[in-house]
């Protein structure tokens, strides 16, 4: 008989402890997991999260030849090289590479799933193979990266998106949470974009403008890669 997934979601980091028995899924749609997993497809070697950009400078000074990466505010830190858009991890750039990054939310997600036996990156951009990669998981929990420790629609929207996909397989929202986050599942590529736009974070970044504004609609495409990454 087909295992029947329970899916568990923690609409932010710190909602309670990833098990060490689950697979999780790393979910931060605008913009940390997005743009890892095109930095992954791209060639990069190895991500090594970090808290905070002091201590992704002390793992640099010990790596001397991984990039450093990450943002605060949305922005690169200063004296770092790569900042938190997609659009930096070109082959030519990344390919190769370990890339310490600390950004503002996703790599603190990543780090409090550090139990969990796998860590998956999760996005729209990935979906597809996101599920397949979770497909014979019996537990699974989905971890919302949100912003600055509060709840982020478009992550809670990404972890309904995918509880609704594993219906087929008779996959059980487990708890609270899950079913909340199922009822705000996005229906098509349309529904993606407004949930993503419209989210908090969203208007921020596309207040900024330029390559920033082009980010929240690269982190709306369904799919765009077919590959899921464990990190």
Same mark, same amino acid.
């Given at each position: 008989?087909? +295992?029947?997934? /329970?899916?568990?979601?923690?609409?932010?980091?710190?909602?309670?402890?990833?098990?060490?028995? @689950?697979?999780?899924?790393?979910?931060?749609?605008?913009? #940390?997991?997005? +743009?890892?997993?095109?930095? *992954? #497809?791209?060639?990069?070697?190895?991500?090594?999260? /970090?808290?905070?950009?002091?201590?992704?400078?002390?793992?640099?000074?010990?790596?001397?030849?991984? *990039?450093? %990466?990450?943002?605060?505010?949305?922005?690169?830190?200063?004296?770092?090289?790569?900042?938190? @858009?997609?659009?930096?991890?070109?082959?030519?750039?990344?390919?190769?590479?370990?890339? $310490?990054?600390?950004?503002?939310?996703?790599? $603190?997600?990543? *780090? !409090? #799933?550090?139990?969990?036996?796998?860590?998956?990156?999760?996005?729209?951009?990935?979906?597809?193979?996101?599920?397949?990669?979770?497909?014979?998981?019996?537990?699974? +929990?989905?971890? %919302?990266?949100?912003?600055?420790?509060?709840?982020?629609?478009?992550?809670?929207?990404?972890?309904?998106?995918?509880?609704? /996909?594993?219906?087929?397989?008779?996959? @059980?929202?487990?708890?609270?949470?899950? !079913?909340?986050?199922?009822?705000? #599942?996005?229906?098509?590529?349309?529904?993606?974009?407004?949930?993503?736009?419209?989210? @908090?974070?969203?208007?921020?970044?596309?207040? *900024?403008?330029?390559?920033?504004?082009?980010?929240?609609?690269? %982190?709306?495409?369904?799919?765009?890669?077919?590959?899921?990454?464990?990190?």
């Amino acid at each position: 008989m087909p +295992t029947r997934p /329970a899916v568990r979601v923690l609409l932010t980091p710190d909602a309670e402890r990833v098990p060490a028995r @689950s697979a999780a899924v790393i979910v931060d749609v605008l913009r #940390a997991t997005s +743009t890892l997993t095109f930095a *992954l #497809a791209n060639g990069a070697a190895e991500i090594v999260p /970090a808290a905070t950009p002091e201590a992704a400078l002390g793992l640099k000074r010990r790596d001397p030849a991984a *990039l450093l %990466c990450g943002e605060r505010g949305g922005r690169i830190v200063p004296g770092f090289d790569l900042g938190n @858009s997609p659009a930096e991890y070109a082959p030519g750039v990344v390919g190769g590479r370990r890339l $310490i990054f600390a950004s503002t939310n996703g790599s $603190i997600a990543l *780090l !409090r #799933a550090g139990a969990a036996r796998r860590r998956i990156l999760g996005a729209f951009v990935n979906a597809s193979a996101v599920l397949r990669a979770i497909a014979d998981e019996p537990h699974v +929990t989905i971890v %919302c990266a949100g912003q600055l420790g509060r709840f982020g629609l478009e992550d809670a929207a990404f972890a309904g998106y995918l509880i609704q /996909a594993l219906a087929p397989r008779d996959a @059980s929202a487990d708890g609270p949470a899950a !079913r909340f986050a199922a009822a705000l #599942a996005p229906r098509d590529s349309a529904e993606v974009r407004t949930a993503l736009e419209s989210s @908090s974070h969203g208007r921020y970044l596309r207040s *900024l403008g330029g390559e920033f504004l082009r980010d929240v609609e690269r %982190c709306a495409e369904i799919d765009a890669l077919d590959r899921a990454f464990e990190v």
